[in-house]
Structures are given as C-alpha cells and as structure tokens.
C-alpha cells in the first residue's frame, strides 16, 4: 500500500459506497463460478492499514487448508493478524533507528513481511492474540499509528547521543499496550503450543513461496525489489512478461492453489457493487452513469441482450506507463481465490477481501482479467502452482 493514498486501504470501504459508480451499471452482469477454492471467513481490517497482513494471512490460511487436507470448516485456521503486526511494527522500527530515520515509517507493507513474521517469529490463533486492547471490537489504528510514529521519530534525533538500552522496549511497551503482548506459549485447543510450533503444525514454509510481478524496467526472468515504499525490506520478486503472469494467476487457481493479490483499487471501475473493471471511457455516450451503459431509466434491462462493458486493452507498454507515471500504484492487498465468467464470456477473479461483509457479493468482488492485467502490481503463490515452463526461465 502506497503511504501517500493510505486512505485506500484504511477507509476504503467508505469511498467505495460513496463514491458515484464511474460508468458500468454492475447489477447487470451475473456470474458463474468456474473454479472456487476453500478460504476462511470474511475479516474486516476497518479503520487500519493493515490489508497486507489480512490478505496474506488469508492466504496461508487457505494454504494450510490445502496441505493439511482440512475438510471440516470448523477446523479451518484463523490466525492473528496483530501479532503479525506487532512484529512487523518492532521490526521496522529498528530498521528505521539503524537508518537514521531515512525510511518510510508507516501502517503499509506488503506480503512478503508476513512471510518473514511466519519465520522469525511463527504464528498465532486469532482467539490467542484479538489484538485490540483499546476499547473496540474492530481495529481502529489512527492513535496507535500516531504514537509509534512520533516514538521512532524523537528516538531517530538519539538526544542522548547515544542510543539507550530502552529503546526497544519503549516501543514494545506501545504495541503491547494497544495490540496486547504477543504470547511465547499458549495452550489452544488442549494442546501447548509456542507459536513456532503452532506454525509448523500447519506444515507451512516460507520458502515455498515465490511473488512475481512484470515490469519492463527490469529484465524479465530477474529478481528485483519493486519500487514502493512500503517494501520496506526490499524483497525481491521474479520479473516476468504480463501473459506468463496471468498464466501462473489461472495456472495456480485451476490447479488448486489461491494467490496474495497485491495492486491499485483507485479506478473507479473498482466499484461498490462487488465488481472491479478497467472501463474504458471513451466508450461511454451522452446521457446520465446509468443510461451510458444500459439505457434509460424507464426502459427494462435486459441482463441477456445488454452489452458487456468496454474495457480497456492492457499492453505490457501502458502497464508500465502507468506504473511509471503513478496511475497504478500498490494500494491495497486482497486474497484470489478462484475464478468465474459473466454471461458475456468474459474471465474474472474471484477476490476475497477484508472490508468485511461488504457490497453486494458480502465481502467477495469479480475482478476482470483486463483490471488485474492493469493493475496487478504483484502476486505471491505457492512455487508449485507455477508452471513448469516459466519455473525453467526463472531457475527454480
């Protein structure tokens, strides 16, 4: 998530129900499921910059569902989202000191952070570590952000001139407060776990998992640490053209694997409905949102006989112009879980966010494939659900 449009994924929910649908009128087109996946259930990060983490906790989540075999939803893993973040927080605020400051310092990261937490730290139940101690049901992180940020920075100036050895603690004394302390042992159903332990017995392994992402400022078939300010430690992702990236998006959802989706949800043919389109303006005609695409209010619409939205084609050169240009920047992460058609023909995603039970799909959006050929940033998938061919071309 870009931290000059934070309020995309702190309040997206807000702009998206009050913000004028660009031009599709979206109740018209009915899906069909293709290919759907187990995921667990609809989480509402609310008022926090924290989508990273849900979305790739919701991923390993669906991996554990996966690789265990777990066929009983009761048994499906929730894990906590605020001890990821707490980690993630001390760890960047150590970072940032050793940096002397000259790093981002804010609620954004992405994906790849949480594969480092899962490592270094392992992982816990949600009902462990709820994560807010502050007096409401959902996250609300304005204050929390606020106070951690005005620490690193005081601490930054070193007014001591040397770095105490309390430091740490301080901070740690934040994040304790407002997210609660991140357990070293835990007892969960019967049973005694650490959360390196509680990790492993979800057989999960950060190294089985790769991101990949396309862009032509970098040779393709490479490994580069995309430019954004909230890759923060500077992972690497595999570089590889626009076809075999959405190659490994169905590859991997045909057979059985779901993907972190990493990108830009400031068009507005990501709309309140569900549905998330890269509309092509210059298809719209006079007349009112509504009229452009479905006619006028008093004559039926035909969801059969009706058009299918105009979408703009997406080269490997116009992705790169807008990423180069900022009109496609890394907003928001959510969770590719399957994929469906409209009665046009036309392939979508299906995406689970964590906005709650939002929207008309309560929580779940289509996604086209021109909107994630545009506005993918990055994706994160199990290295099994790459094809074999583009696994060759980038030495795994």
Same mark, same amino acid.
């Given at each position: ?32 499921? &293709? ?48 001890? +990821?973040?707490? /980690? ?51 996250? *609300? ?10 620490? *690193? /920075? ?54 089985? !998992? ?15 640490? &995309? ?20 190659? +490994? ?44 695409? *479905? ?8 969801? +059969? ?6 979408? &703009? ?52 959006? !289509? ?13 994160? +998938? ?15």
């Amino acid at each position: 998530m870009n931290l000059n449009r934070t309020i995309l994924c702190v309040s997206a929910i807000a702009l998206a129900f009050s913000a004028p649908v660009f031009a599709q009128d979206t109740d018209i087109l009915e899906f069909k499921v &293709i290919k759907e996946l187990p995921v667990t259930s609809i989480k509402d990060q609310h008022r926090s910059g924290t989508c990273w983490c849900f979305s790739a906790l919701s991923f390993l989540e669906s991996e554990a569902i996966r690789i265990n075999n777990i066929k009983d939803e009761s048994l499906y893993p929730d894990f906590s989202e605020m001890f +990821v973040v707490s /980690h993630s927080y001390q760890d960047r605020a150590d970072k940032f000191i050793r940096l002397d400051g000259n790093l981002t310092f804010s609620s954004g990261s992405e994906c790849d952070d949480v594969l480092h937490i899962m490592t270094d730290y392992g992982l816990v139940p949600q009902s462990v570590m709820p994560g807010t101690n502050y007096g409401t049901e959902l996250p *609300v992180h304005g204050e929390l952000d606020a106070a951690a940020a005005a620490y *690193v /920075h005081a601490i930054v100036k070193n007014p001591n001139r040397t770095l105490s050895t309390a430091w740490k603690r301080g901070f740690k004394g934040i994040m304790d407060a407002y997210l609660g302390e991140c357990p070293e042992e835990f007892e969960y159903n019967g049973k005694t776990y650490t959360p390196a332990s509680y990790r492993d017995s979800y057989k999960l392994k950060a190294s089985d !998992y790769v991101t990949l992402t396309s862009f032509t400022h970098h040779p393709f078939y490479t490994k580069f640490a &995309i430019e954004m300010c909230d890759n923060w430690r500077s992972d690497e992702a595999y570089n590889v053209t626009l076809d075999e990236l959405m190659e +490994v998006l169905y590859y991997a959802l045909d057979h059985g694997y779901t993907a972190a989706w990493g990108g830009d949800v400031s068009e507005k043919g990501f709309t309140r409905n569900g549905t998330a389109l890269l509309l092509d303006s210059d298809a719209a005609t006079s007349g009112s949102d509504k009229e452009r695409w *479905v006619g006028k209010a008093d004559e039926k619409v035909d969801s +059969v006989k009706a058009k299918a939205p105009k979408e &703009i084609k997406v080269t490997q050169e116009s992705r790169q112009a807008d990423f180069d240009s900022k009109a496609t920047t890394d907003d928001h992460g959510m969770h590719a879980y399957g994929i469906a058609e409209d009665q046009f023909g036309n392939r979508y995603l299906m995406i689970k966010n964590s906005w709650g039970k939002s929207g008309k799909y309560e929580g779940l959006w !289509y996604m086209s494939d021109a909107f994630a050929r545009g506005k993918t940033i990055d994706i994160m +998938v199990h290295k099994d659900a790459v094809p074999k061919n583009i696994r060759k071309k980038l030495g795994f």
